[in-house]
């Protein structure tokens, strides 16, 4: 994965996905004592950053592999982001969901025209279904997050924070299965060499702190970030994030509640907990984010944390921010 992949994504998808809007948010600021931004990529008509990944993706294949038609898994965003962009570009879609999903999410995918198949309580049950699926129907398989293109596209949201905000020292972005971290960490680590990348993960599903530092924490638990509950990360995102990733910080639940309530209350904002992450890791304490200033990244908005004289980002359910030090 390099920058040039990611700036060519840029161009594949430009005039089909939004070129969000990055502002600064004040109470936020004053809540972490950062200058804060939040980039708002659930104005995404999908409302979420996954629109990027799958856009990128269905633009490469190739016309045989566009009549075959296409197959993923996912329990929200990147389902729905998929159905969307097959539809736009006239690609057969299958989603297969796990049994839990929530109504209006199976709805939602649906309506953009997919067929939706719904098997396993688990993400990782629909993925044998989906694989399934995709062997014996002959259909091409969009990963969530372990795929180049997913990667590049999600990283064209890192190309757009740095322009907007060129003072950034820190991004703080939640993790899932790696695919938005890896994205922007690549390209955020060749245009400004100097800035920190710090990941955050759910303390319920700690899938990449566990691989990066060899261990073996339980994964798996009822946690608001449903969206980051990912319990096997990708072969290709672990390398990059091994690579570039200064820290992983895991937070509790009543730091995500906390970071979702102040993105209602103090943006009017409502973000879902996955998003929320990046300014719940800086509620949860900044002795623990690397100094500088920092921005972040998420499925609707981020946000940062700072301990003067440090300045942090966080990231929320738009899923991109970013901040400054004042």
Not at 118 to 129: K, M, V
Not at 148 to 172: F, K, N, R, S, Y
């Given at each position: 994965?390099?920058?040039?992949?990611?700036?060519?994504a840029?161009?594949?998808?430009?005039?089909?996905?939004?070129?969000?809007?990055?502002?600064?948010?004040?109470?936020?600021?004053?809540?972490?004592?950062?200058?804060?931004?939040?980039?708002?990529?659930?104005?995404?008509?999908?409302?979420s950053?996954?629109?990027?990944?799958a856009?990128?993706?269905?633009?490469?294949?190739?016309?045989?592999?566009?009549?075959?038609?296409?197959?993923?898994?996912?329990?929200?965003?990147?389902?729905?982001?998929?159905?969307?962009?097959?539809?736009?570009?006239?690609i057969?879609?299958?989603?297969?969901?796990?049994?839990?999903?929530?109504?209006?999410?199976?709805?939602?995918?649906?309506?953009?025209?997919?067929?939706v198949?719904?098997?396993?309580?688990?993400?990782?049950?629909?993925?044998?279904?989906?694989?399934?699926?995709?062997?014996e129907?002959?259909?091409?398989?969009?990963?969530?997050?372990?795929?180049?293109?997913?990667?590049?596209?999600?990283?064209?949201?890192?190309?757009?924070?740095?322009?907007?905000?060129?003072?950034?020292?820190?991004?703080?972005?939640?993790?899932?299965?790696?695919?938005?971290i890896s994205?922007?960490?690549?390209a955020?680590k060749?245009?400004?060499?100097?800035?920190?990348?710090?990941?955050?993960?759910?303390?319920?599903?700690?899938?990449?702190?566990?691989?990066?530092?060899g261990?073996?924490?339980?994964?798996?638990?009822?946690?608001?970030?449903?969206?980051?509950a990912?319990?096997?990360?990708?072969a290709?995102?672990?390398?990059?994030?091994?690579?570039?990733?200064?820290?992983?910080?895991?937070?509790?639940?009543?730091?995500?509640?906390?970071?979702?309530?102040?993105?209602?209350?103090?943006?009017?904002?409502?973000?879902?907990?996955?998003?929320?992450?990046?300014?719940?890791?800086m509620?949860?304490?900044?002795?623990?984010?690397?100094?500088?200033?920092?921005?972040?990244s998420?499925?609707a908005?981020?946000?940062?944390?700072?301990?003067?004289?440090?300045?942090?980002?966080?990231?929320?359910?738009?899923?991109?921010?970013?901040?400054?030090?004042?």
């Open positions: 994965m390099t920058l040039a992949d990611i700036e060519a840029r161009r594949v998808i430009a005039g089909h996905v939004l070129r969000t809007p990055m502002l600064p948010a004040p109470r936020l600021s004053a809540l972490t004592g950062a200058e804060v931004y939040v980039k708002y990529e659930n104005l995404q008509v999908t409302n950053f996954k629109e990027r990944g856009r990128a993706k269905l633009a490469s294949l190739t016309a045989d592999e566009r009549e075959r038609g296409v197959i993923a898994m996912s329990a929200g965003n990147h389902a729905q982001a998929v159905a969307y962009h097959a539809a736009s570009l006239g057969a879609a299958t989603i297969v969901m796990p049994v839990t999903t929530p109504f209006v999410k199976v709805a939602a995918t649906r309506a953009h025209g997919a067929q198949l719904l098997d396993g309580e688990t993400i990782s049950e629909a993925q044998a279904r989906a694989e399934t699926e995709a062997r129907r002959g259909l091409i398989w969009v990963h969530p997050y372990d795929d180049p293109h997913v990667i590049a596209g999600q990283g064209t949201v890192a190309l757009e924070m740095l322009e907007e905000a060129p003072g950034l020292d820190v991004l703080v972005i939640p993790i899932g299965g790696g695919g938005l994205g922007i960490a690549t955020a060749v245009l400004k060499p100097g800035i920190e990348i710090v990941g955050v993960e759910s303390a319920l599903y700690p899938s990449m702190w566990n691989a990066i530092h261990e073996q924490r339980p994964l798996g638990g009822a946690t608001l970030a449903e969206g980051i990912v319990k096997n990360v990708g290709l995102t672990l390398p990059i994030v091994r690579a570039l990733v200064s820290d992983i910080i895991l937070v509790d639940e009543e730091h995500i509640e906390r970071a979702v309530n102040a993105y209602l209350t103090l943006q009017k904002a409502m973000a879902e907990g996955a998003g929320a992450a990046g300014l719940a890791a509620l949860a304490g900044p002795a623990a984010l690397p100094a500088g200033r920092p921005g972040s998420s499925a908005a981020t946000s940062t944390r700072a301990s003067s004289p440090r300045s942090w980002c966080a990231n929320w359910s738009a899923r991109t921010g970013s901040c400054r030090s004042g």
